[in-house]
């Protein structure tokens, strides 16, 4: 059975004092599921002080697909690996929609991670207009194979998919169970015709509007491995509450 996992994107939001009572208040009780947080850049060297030697994982919420150079802003896979994060997101909606982030741009922030043992989690999902047009498979399939043609097998199997539909993320609108279900399902197979092996062992979590009280109702369904969460990870007691559910 795979584990559940659990992973809180703080986005633009965060304060030093702020996030040390979050940190502490997360590590201080366990969970079912295993819990990771990914914190903005500047507060990544506080999450590696005050998560050191506790069961809560770290991240970012970007990498850059360059190795190094004149990219300006950018932040380098091998800085982030140096000092030992262990997860950064690619391919957030939010990135893909105000930084024009293409499919094969994703892709390369993927293996740029991995290049330094960082798990990318890659995300998909499909607007509201998309979704109303039938095409959520098509925009989530297409998303999807351009990671799948530029991993290996061995690659496959060291990440981790994230299907956030774009017009439930903090809009307070969820997917039912039974949608974000099938679009799991649909993804679970995409990966499968790569490698069967892979796709039964990934994780693949639900983001958009996750709460305490429609988290366990998500995480029931049989290919939804737990959650990638914005709003509620700001607020320990929420998150550890998703975390158990």
Not at 34 to 45: E, N, S, T
Not at 82 to 107: K, Q
Not at 162 to 188: C, D, M, N
Not at 207 to 227: Q, T, Y
């Amino acid at each position: 059975m795979r584990q559940k996992l659990v992973i809180g994107n703080w986005k633009m939001h965060g304060s030093l004092a702020a996030n040390a009572a979050l940190l502490e208040g997360i590590k201080a009780a366990p969970a079912r599921a295993k819990l990771a947080v990914c914190a903005p850049f500047p507060y990544l060297a506080q999450c590696q002080t005050l998560l050191s030697g506790s069961q809560v994982a770290w991240g970012a919420q970007d990498v850059s697909s360059e190795a190094r150079g004149a990219f300006t802003g950018e932040v380098a896979a091998s800085m982030l690996g140096e000092f030992g994060c262990g997860y950064a997101l690619v391919g957030h909606s939010e990135r893909r929609t105000y930084h024009g982030e293409t499919d094969a741009v994703v892709a390369a922030k993927a293996l740029r991670a991995l290049e330094f043992d960082i798990v990318p989690v890659v995300c998909v999902g499909e607007t509201l207009a998309e979704r109303e047009a039938g095409q959520t498979e098509a925009v989530v399939g297409r998303q999807l194979q351009a990671v799948l043609d530029a991993l290996s097998i061995e690659q496959l199997g060291r990440i981790v998919l994230a299907y956030e539909p774009v017009w439930a993320i903090g809009t307070g609108k969820t997917a039912t169970s039974a949608q974000a279900q099938e679009v799991h399902a649909a993804l679970r197979a995409r990966v499968t015709a790569k490698d069967a092996g892979v796709a039964a062992r990934m994780a693949i979590l639900y983001g958009g509007s996750v709460k305490p009280d429609n988290a366990a109702e998500l995480f029931s369904m049989s290919d939804i491995d737990g959650g990638l969460i914005g709003g509620a990870s700001l607020k320990a007691d929420d998150f550890l509450a998703i975390g158990n559910a």
